[in-house]
């Protein structure tokens, strides 16, 4: 979901007017997703970096999900679309969990589509608190499925943690910055410039069109 300060900026909007626009983004997004019958969408919504941004910026992103969350969750039950949130929860203001939980509870019974929200999410920090839960709970030598499982339960993510097939990055950057390293391992990467605010259904089906090109190989070679 990257682009929506530069979106906003190149309007002469201040940053977080782009964060709003962003959220509108989401929505149609999700409806294009569950039309295409995406399983699972995982959006980078804050990283664990963003707290370095100004306060300010921080503080309007957190009041969009307190103030957004509640009605967006009721439209996502409606829709048979499952929330969940992935990422620290412990530097979360209350008002912040509480919306989480009780979208969270409201979607649970969601089968249309697995919408996974990345919030004060770092993939390093995932990984690194996996290890260090695994190094002091076994003495052996731990299985890489005892990893997964200890990755899943570092940030609130399900067992076993979802591959990821298909990386979207809006907004012209091409770098992964800290999100799913784990579950990359054999994404196809796909760059856009188009800035989150302005992506949408259209764009969507390019990017599901370029991943069906791919020839997925995963380290083999192709099959006569
Ligand atoms: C992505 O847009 C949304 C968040 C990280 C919260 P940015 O805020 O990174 O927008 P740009 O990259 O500055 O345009
Ligand atoms: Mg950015």
């Known amino acids: 979901m990257d682009g929506n300060g530069r979106w906003a900026n190149s309007r002469g909007l201040p940053r977080t007017a782009g964060h709003a626009a962003g959220v509108n983004t989401v929505r149609t997004v999700v409806e294009a997703a569950v039309r295409r019958k995406v399983g699972a969408l995982t959006l980078y919504a804050f990283s664990s970096d963003n707290w370095h941004r100004p306060r300010t910026e921080v503080g309007a992103i957190m009041q969009l999900l307190v103030s957004r969350l509640p009605k967006e969750s009721r439209k996502l039950a409606r829709e048979g679309v499952r929330l969940s949130v992935i990422g620290r929860r412990d530097r979360l203001a209350q008002d912040v969990i509480r919306a989480i939980k009780a979208a969270e509870t409201r979607t649970h019974a969601g089968t249309q589509l697995h919408l996974r929200l990345a919030l004060d999410y770092s993939a390093r920090g995932a990984l690194a608190r996996a290890a260090r839960h695994l190094k002091s709970n076994r003495n052996g030598r731990p299985a890489a499925q005892d990893f997964e499982s200890a990755l899943a339960g570092a940030y ?45 259904d259209a764009a969507l089906d390019e990017a599901l069109a370029e991943f069906c090109k791919r020839q997925r190989r995963f380290g083999r070679v192709p099959s006569a």
């Open 156 to 200: 609130h993510c399900e067992k076993p943690v979802p591959d990821v097939d298909l990386l979207i990055r809006t907004g012209g950057e091409q770098r992964l910055s800290d999100f799913l390293l784990w579950e990359c391992a054999y994404a196809e990467l796909y760059f856009t410039r188009c800035p989150w605010p302005d992506f949408n």
